[in-house]
């Protein structure tokens, strides 16, 4: 008789605390697969929290005020290298991606993932498996593959931007309303409008659709 699996314990890193809630609500349906031990809303909470409960398994937000995730992997893991660490972000940027997975995550994954194929992929890296959303997969082989046509880790004009800058981009050019954005990112539509303006400022565009095609060049849609 096969002996079941315990489940694997998880640690939440989001600055947003509406979506952790939401988050551990929906993991906790799944009590006999993983359980949730412990949550932050800041790098420094992060690390104080992963190294107290010492999880299997971290989901890590990519933008956050005091650093982001690649700060949390870069003080965790030479600590705590036992952590397995999947990215979990509203950004699908091949930037972003390729930062996180240099900094040691085993996967990345956007926050548009079911509840049910989520908990696959922690239960996937806790195993040891490598787990990308499928559009994600192919910057991350491109990148370390270095061949002709490969995702560009850096940009001079996108530099320019900042994270929530392009947070901003990335929805506005695939259709969404100021009012969306705004909803998306918890945020107000007066700061997506400040936002927008930043972009047009540093990209020196005149409209949306010029920042659409702009952002689709550079893959961030």
Known sequence: MTQAREPVTVFLVDDHGLFRA????????????????GEAGSVREAVAGIARTKPQVVLLDVHMPDGGGAEVLR??????????????????????VI?????????????????RDL??????VADGDA?????????????FA???????????ELDLLTPRERDVLRLLARGYAYKEIAAELFISVKTVET?????LRKTQLSNRY??????????LV
């Open 99 to 115: 930062s996180v997975i240099r900094g040691g995550a085993r996967g990345y994954v956007t926050k548009t993932i079911s509840s």
């Open 146 to 156: 270095d061949r002709p046509g490969a995702a560009p880790i850096s940009d001079p």
């Open 22 to 37: 939401g988050a551990r609500t929906e993991l906790e349906n799944f009590s006999d697969k993983v359980r949730v031990v």
């Open 119 to 124: 908990v696959q992929a922690i239960l996937r």
């Open 75 to 96: 003080r965790i893991r030479p600590e705590h290298p036992d952590v397995v660490f999947l990215a979990l972000s509203v950004s699908d940027a091949a930037e972003d």
């Open 131 to 143: 787990v990308f959303s499928p559009r994600l997969a192919g910057f991350v082989l491109d990148a």
């Open 210 to 219: 010029e920042l659409s095609r702009w952002a689709s060049d550079r893959r």
């Open 195 to 199: 936002h927008v303006s930043s972009v």
